[in-house]
């Protein structure tokens, strides 16, 4: 009966692909199977050419670093993460984070990881926007990849201008000193999986490392869902 009113309503209300706007059959959600397969893949732990990865050599001791997908302008990519950050769409953003989870499995190079955290919003960003989009791609890599995930003890201590449209100095200048850790304790001794939605400078990554680097112990990797190719 719920298949038949679905189909019923889909007559008057298709859903449709957020990408390429084709009607979505069967189970289907939010993106074609088409779109889905055709994704700009960065696969950046799955070769040597791992150029995310570069982005912090000599400026971060990070154990491993991946994104999934490739960022360009006027990209595939743009397109989902514009859905995910200013359209709410929070539904793809864990099946994004599903994908992640899946890429991160694959790589094998995350094996170790003990506890996943999202990189934190303002409060009031947040409300406004009504979720963290990290923390949606989070819930959705522990079902593929599953581990625990830290909420609450990374926070961001200061609201920031928008990052976009600023040069890595800028980037730099405007993040620091945003981010601070409540408490260390659980943190000690583990390896530790950041999850951010899109990697450009690598700014945000590293006010992050800033906050969490004297703790006991730690080890610090990071993913995201996309990296940008535009910088």
Known sequence: MSSFIRNFIELFFPRTCCVCGAPLVGDEAELCIRCLLNLPEALTSLND???????????????????????????DAQTILHQIKYYGNEKLAIIMGRQLGLHLKKSGLFNDVDLIMPVPLHRSK??????????????????????PIVIDNLVRIQRTDSQTHKTRL????????????????????????????????????????TALKGIEGLR???AALAVSGDT
């Open 49 to 75: 050419n791992n150029f995310v990865e570069k982005r912090f050599i000599g400026r971060l001791p990070i154990e491993h670093c991946t994104a999934l997908l490739l960022y360009k302008r006027g990209s």
């Open 220 to 222: 610090i990797s990071i």
């Open 170 to 209: 800028e980037r730099l200048d405007n993040i620091k000193g945003v981010f601070a850790v409540k408490d260390p304790e659980p943190l000690k001794d583990k390896h530790l999986l950041l999850i951010d939605d899109v990697i450009t400078t690598g700014a945000t990554t590293e006010a992050c490392w």
């Open 126 to 147: 947040e409300r406004k926007r009504g979720y963290n989009q990290s923390l949606r791609l989070c819930q959705g890599i522990v079902q593929t990849f599953p581990r």
